[in-house]
């Protein structure tokens, strides 16, 4: 099982300074996760387990865990959050969604409102888009300087350092999927009156620039996968792989921080309830 584990871990993550060719990973690979009813049951198996070690991480109340969830739209980053992190208790985790910044955030450096959300100590927090969309649609449809852009990389990595210095361990996925897949699930929002509501007619205009997109996110993994903080490109045209592999290694990742319930300076017997 450990070696399994460590297979995928292997396959996923994007190794630092690496060049990443988005063409070269398979969204729709499923060669670690044959059976797709044994791997539901898994996966569901794994959050139970993420459950109890973010209760111990609660507890022990010294280190925290960064989520990161980035990719196109109908990538599935919601869905994630459902599958890998719905039995979580909600009291030790945090989800927030990163939409375009307000003009008290644009005020302030591009960090400001990122910093701001990370989870507190002996928390998971998910972030639903991230700072990287400052390098991912500030460059597609460049909204800074091409000089500032390139700034960015470097910033990044130096403030996701002092995370982990600090204490936070990052994990970062980017969802992969294929421009077929996103029609499907683009049309399935058109067509089903109980998810118009996710539909943006703006998400129309992104696709347009799909292939700047897909650019963009080559150079951001290869420039921001660092052995502190690295990156996973994750086959997401099967949702079913996507929550098994990110549940995979969230677990992995908590099994190998092994939070600790605090000792207690009494001992039990010496108090009796009446």
Known sequence: MADRVQDLIEKLQV?????????????????????EEETK???????????????????EGSRALLVVL???????????????????????????????????ELEHDYLWRVHAACPRRGTIGIFNRSHYEDVLIGRVKK????KIIE???????DFEKMLVETGTTILKFMLHI???????RLQERLDDPEKRWKFNPGDLEDRKLWDDY????EVMLAR???????????????KWVRNAAIATIVRATLDEMDPQYPKVSWKPRDFEIE
């Not at 109908?74 to 985790?93: E, Q, S």
């Open 214 to 217: 897909q650019d963009a996110y």
């Open 178 to 184: 294929s421009k077929d897949e996103q029609k499907e």
């Open 151 to 157: 700034q960015r990389y470097d910033q990044i990595n």
């Open 15 to 35: 190794k630092p300074g690496a060049k990443v060719k988005l063409k070269d990973h398979d969204p729709r690979d499923k060669s670690h996760f044959k059976d």
């Open 70 to 104: 980035q990719g196109t739209d109908t990538a599935g980053k919601d869905g994630t959050i459902r599958g890998v992190f719905n039995a979580t208790g909600p009291l030790g985790v945090s989800v927030h969604a990163f939409g375009a910044p307000s003009t008290l």
């Open 224 to 238: 921001c996968s660092t052995s502190w903080a690295p990156w996973y490109v994750i086959p997401a045209d099967r």
């Open 143 to 146: 909204l800074a300087p091409e």
């Open 41 to 59: 049951v898994g996966t569901a198996a794994l959050a139970r387990e993420i459950d109890v070690l973010q209760d111990r991480l609660y507890a």
